[in-house]
């Protein structure tokens, strides 16, 4: 009923800059907080930045300064925005989206959604 897909990944060279977007589908009534999650090779899925649907964000302390992640609520899509990109943050890159959707015509049900991810690889 609800989808959230992922796009935008790849490989890129150290120092390069890539856009991630994620677009939220289904019977959504309203998205509030939305965010980006990553997990590198053998390590714990971690946060790397969130934005409430105002606009407010959140940003990973390794992440500050080189990410930037927006949104545009009529199209229920986020985007990172990812420049001065380390080997380090290569990894499986995740949308996350804390939602309510109609489950039936009557009935809305709250969700907090993930994509399917897409992989980041920062590599010479």
């Known amino acids: 009923q609800v989808q959230l897909v992922e796009s935008g990944g790849g490989l890129v060279q150290p120092g390069g800059s890539l856009r991630l977007s994620c677009a939220a589908s289904?019977?959504?009534?309203?998205?509030?907080?939305m965010g980006w999650y990553r997990q590198a090779p053998e390590k714990e899925r971690e946060l790397v930045a969130t934005i409430t649907s105002g606009g407010s964000t959140n940003y990973a302390d390794s992440v500050e300064g080189r990410f930037t992640i927006s949104r545009d609520n009529a199209k229920n899509t986020v985007y990172l925005q990812i420049d001065s990109l380390k080997p380090e943050d290569t990894a499986v890159y995740f949308c996350?989206?804390?939602?309510?959707?109609?489950?039936?015509?009557?009935?809305?049900?709250?969700?907090?959604?993930w994509g399917q991810g897409t992989l980041v690889t920062v590599s010479s």
């Open positions: 289904g019977r959504i009534y309203r998205i509030n907080d």
């Open positions: 996350n989206a804390d939602l309510q959707y109609w489950s039936n015509a009557f009935i809305r049900k709250t969700l907090n959604a």
